[in-house]
């Protein structure tokens, strides 16, 4: 198989050597008679199936590429990085041991943990609070990859992170917990600390939807 | 005389009516159409509810439905146009830069004058015309009044006090003249094989048959001219690929100092426009309100079968086959619009004048040898 230097080099030796347009192929009007077919034939195409669609007819075959975003929800790839959940424990208290490799990691310094011990000695410590400013984070992943215990993911399926104000940005331990368990325009409760205690009386939310399957319906 | 008067003003009312909503329609076909031939859905959600008072829940449904397909976006536009700030440069004439959106819209509006719209109606003993002014030079009252159409581009560059805007005028000034004396030039073929300048004459010379079977429209006359017109009418309206005066995303235009609903006289314009040339192409090589064989007292088809037809359905049949033809042209205008790129100006000046206009010359040359020596 040729270099993709040589494919290059071919491909300007053949501009320099292009066929020369015939008088009829001059006159545009065939390229132009093509064009018209080929967008009239969108055209029929999609009114017919449009038309058929309103009245129940041909369901499954698309009309239009459009995904009506609100109120539709594109598909998710299964890699795709998504807003930040801290993973829980079956009691509701986070897995997270308060280990700190996140937000040594983390290029953009948006992790915030305040650490504190675990009444349970095999499991040492636990974080008193951990924030994210969204406001400042990259969505790199690497909080996720360097994390030892699966306690931090990627994979809530959200995307539509909207806010008024930098505050709005900022998840607080809360919200990580139990994604889309705060309302819109609630202000964030910065640097929380709750006891165990307190994390499973958290009002917990569904694990988000396995990776790939598409979003969870929005509030 | 007065009565004459009264059927004159409902006549002229009526085709501005059709003129003005075909032309404000346009903005749906635009958005629809476009979306249909690009594999999208255009536009689908611009609607609003009416309180209790003025109808409610069962009128709120057929809003619904109509914001659903996209209507009310026009309707939306034109709020939004009214009620934006009305915008005049410091260094612009405050007189003339409001004179010129009126100036363009008029003229585009009042060619409508000449075109016959359908058969004359017979009425309570009485002959109405359906065309507004039965000018018996009237192709060229069209073709002039879509001429001057241009002062009113040439003024609103002229007195915008933007440097860019002017030239965006010039460029139009240019390629009107490039393009007007091919789209003249090209329609004499068909004065020639017809033999008048009456529009509505030239509609009922288009009513007969060709070997018997062929209605004989004047695309079979003059299939060149035809050729030749619609590419200078598209120029005409200075829509894509010949937009060359707006040129919206990067040569800046002739309205780029236009506001409000002053601007959108001007996008009112290019639509008029487009209906209008849809029409005369519809008059000039389609047969105007013409249908294959239907003679005023019903159809008389080749194969020998006849079937009668009162005068009343005639004459709708007729508006009918018009609206039809003309709707067809604007929907072909606008595939047009959407499938070709736009000219390098060069192109177009070499296009206007070195294809278009000699190519007319010739088409005059040979339709009239073949006119003398049919006729001897």
């Known amino acids: ?219 | 005389m007065l009565i004459d008067l009264w059927i004159k003003c409902i006549v002229s009312l009526l085709v501005l009516f059709g003129v003005l909503n075909f032309a404000g329609m346009q903005t749906w076909l635009e958005r629809k159409q476009s979306a249909l031939m690009q594999d999208r859905i255009g536009a689908n959600r611009a609607y609003f509810t009416v309180p209790w008072w003025l109808g409610g829940a069962p009128v709120n449904v057929v809003l619904r439905k109509l914001g659903g397909l996209g209507i009310l976006n026009a309707l939306a536009d034109v709020l939004k146009l009214i009620s934006k700030e009305d915008f005049i440069p410091a260094q612009g004439d405050r007189f003339l830069h409001t004179l010129a959106p009126f100036l363009a819209v008029f003229f585009a509006v009042i060619a409508f004058a000449a075109i016959p719209v359908g058969p004359p109606i017979e009425l309570f003993g009485r002959v109405i015309p359906l065309q507004v002014a039965n000018v018996n030079a009237g192709l060229l009252f069209a073709l002039a009044l879509a001429s001057i159409g241009v002062y009113g581009v040439i003024l609103a560059g002229m007195v915008s006090g933007n440097n860019l805007a002017t030239l965006g005028g010039l460029r139009a000034a240019s390629q009107m003249l490039a393009y007007e004396i091919a789209l003249g030039v090209s329609l004499i073929g068909t004065v020639v094989c017809f033999g008048t300048l009456d529009l509505s004459v030239i509609v009922e010379k288009q009513g007969g048959l060709l070997f018997g079977w062929l209605p004989a429209w004047g695309i079979l006359f003059q299939p060149v001219g035809c050729l030749i017109f619609m590419t200078a009418a598209l120029a005409e309206t200075k829509r894509v690929p010949f937009d060359l005066p707006e040129g919206e995303p990067e040569i800046i235009g002739y309205f780029t100092e236009y506001s409000g609903m002053k601007f959108g006289a001007f996008f009112l314009t290019d639509f008029v426009e487009v209906v209008l040339v849809a029409a005369l192409t519809t008059t000039l090589f389609f047969g105007g309100w013409q249908t294959p064989y239907l003679a005023p007292d019903g159809f008389h088809f080749p194969w020998g079968a006849f079937a009668p037809v009162s005068h009343l359905a005639y004459v709708g049949w007729g508006l009918f086959s018009f609206t039809l033809k003309v709707l067809f042209f604007i929907w072909f205008f606008m595939l047009i619009r959407w499938t070709l790129p736009r000219f390098r100006y060069d192109q177009l000046m070499h296009l206007g004048w070195k294809v278009l206009f000699p190519l007319s010359l010739l088409n005059i040359a040979i339709t009239s040898l073949v006119v003398v020596a049919l006729h001897g």
């Open chain 1, 1 to 219: 198989m040729a270099s993709l230097s040589e494919q290059l080099l071919h491909r300007i030796r053949d501009a320099h050597t292009r066929r020369r347009l015939t008088w009829w192929e001059r006159t545009y009007l065939p390229a132009i008679a093509q064009g018209l077919w080929i967008t009239s034939a969108h055209f029929w195409r999609n009114l017919a199936l449009h038309l058929a669609h309103r009245v129940g007819l041909f369901r499954h075959v698309p009309a239009s590429v459009t995904i009506q975003y609100p109120d539709q929800l594109r598909k998710t790839e299964p890699r795709l990085r998504t807003r930040h959940r801290l993973t829980k424990r079956a009691d509701g208290t986070p897995r997270c041991v308060a280990c700190m490799m996140c937000e040594t990691v983390c290029p953009a310094r948006c992790i915030y943990i305040v650490a504190g011990e675990h009444p349970d000695p095999n499991v040492e410590k636990v974080p008193k609070s951990f924030d994210i400013d969204l406001g400042k984070c990259v969505y790199c992943g690497y909080c996720v990859e360097a994390c030892p215990e699966d306690a931090i993911r990627m994979d809530t399926q959200r995307h539509d992170i909207a806010a008024y104000s930098r505050d709005g940005m900022w998840l607080d331990m809360k919200e990580l917990l139990n994604p889309g368990s705060k309302k819109f325009g609630e202000p964030p409760e910065k640097f929380v600390q709750l006891s165990l205690e307190e994390f499973r009386q958290l009002p917990q939310t569904p694990d988000p939807p396995p990776p790939g399957s598409g979003l969870p319906q929005t509030p």
